[in-house]
Nanobody
Framework: QVQIVESGGGLVQPGGSLRLSCTTSGSGFANYDMGWYRQAPGKERDLVAAIDSGGGRAYTNSLGDRFTISRDNAKNTVYLQMDNLKVEDTAVYFC?????????WGQGTRVTVSS
């Protein structure tokens, strides 16, 4: 079982920035594929960005224009830097760990973009 702790959510004005962090337990982080998902009220959980164990990155639609996913294997942490936030980015953001055939989810961190 992988323990996951997410942080960095909060209330921000449109145009602002936030950096989400997701830290895992154990020593296998470097081999994990990681992803950030989000779920807005009344909607399904959707992929935002992913980074594999080799550092390859992928983004959904045009989110890569404003969001950047990165990882620090020495800290067992994956980050999601979110810039120029919009009201429609409001959601609970979840970290997903994929290790082989197993997947683990964090508890989520809430991001609210509002003036």
């Amino acid at each position: 079982q992988v323990q996951i702790v997410e942080s960095g959510g909060g209330l921000v004005q449109p145009g602002g920035s936030l950096r989400l962090s997701c830290t895992t337990s154990g020593s296998g982080f470097a081999n994990y594929d990681m992803g950030w998902y989000r779920q807005a009220p009344g909607k399904e959980r959707d992929l935002v960005a992913a980074i594999d164990s080799g550092g390859g990155r992928a983004y959904t639609n045009s989110l890569g224009d404003r969001f950047t996913i990165s990882r620090d294997n020495a800290k067992n942490t994956v980050y999601l830097q979110m810039d120029n936030l919009k009201v429609e980015d409001t959601a609970v953001y979840f970290c997903k760990v994929r290790s082989g055939n197993n997947a683990y989810w964090g508890q989520g961190t809430r991001v609210t973009v509002s003036s």
